[in-house]
């Protein structure tokens, strides 16, 4: 009886070390995984990721340019200017022998006058006309080339609304190429009517103006001045710089 008893005494005390050593072998087991995790979380968390990109730029090597070469400038070909025909800027010829011409229009005298000696340098004419003793003259006309009559030795030009029976001062002056206008003669006329006689001294006789220049009488052609103005008349013209 007291051998079973010891008996199972021995077998409690087998079973409660058998007990404790699982325990303890359990243990080591558990601390031995939670340190493997450990290991393997940080390790993941260290490793450098094989994209990472460097922080540092790569180094190019120098850029070399090519040397420069000095090049002659091309020729620069000069315009070839036309040479124009020179223009006179001189006043032009005045025209001289200026008579009062009947016409065979309403209103209307020729002034009639000397062809000018070089028609192609002549770019028009005009006419003036007013009562005797007016100044300066009225502008009466203007006409181009064309429009005068140059047919032979003697041009005309129109005067035209002249009034009648009153004595008239008239005169035609001439344009250059420059536009330059030349001075005048001052003639004498009367308009009585369409074809009727032109260019008497007395409204009331028949008599011509005489046409000689360089004479204070009524009707003659007085001297030009140096050159005309539009709407010339009694002008005075100023010395040239440096004369006495």
Known sequence: MRSLRLTAAFLALALVAVSCGDD????????????????????????????????????????????????????????????????DV??????SNIR???????????????????PSAVSKIRV?????????LPLNGEFNMGQVNTAGSRWSVPARGVPAGITLDLAATS??????????????????????????DDP??????????????????DLPPPTGTAGFGAIEIEPAPGSP
């Open 24 to 87: 303890e072998a359990a243990e080591p087991a558990d601390e031995q995984q939670v340190t493997t995790t450990t290991l393997s979380v940080a390790a993941v968390v260290d490793e450098p990721s094989e994209t990472t990109t460097p922080t540092t730029s790569p180094t190019l090597p120098p850029t070399t340019l090519p040397e420069a070469t000095e090049t002659a400038p091309e020729p620069v070909e000069e315009p070839v200017t036309e040479e124009l025909p020179a223009i």
């Open 90 to 95: 001189a006043a032009p010829v005045a025209p």
């Open 100 to 118: 009062c011409v009947a016409s065979a229009n309403e209103g209307e005298v020729l002034v009639e006058f000397n062809a000018l000696p070089d």
């Open 128 to 136: 003036y006309a007013g009562p005797s003793g007016q100044r300066p």
């Open 175 to 200: 344009f250059n190429l420059a536009d330059r206008e030349s001075g005048w003669y001052i003639a004498q006329g009367v308009y009585r009517g369409p074809g009727q006689p032109c260019g008497t």
């Open 204 to 221: 009331g006789t028949d008599e011509p103006a005489t046409d000689e220049p360089g004479t204070d009488e009524p009707g003659t052609d």
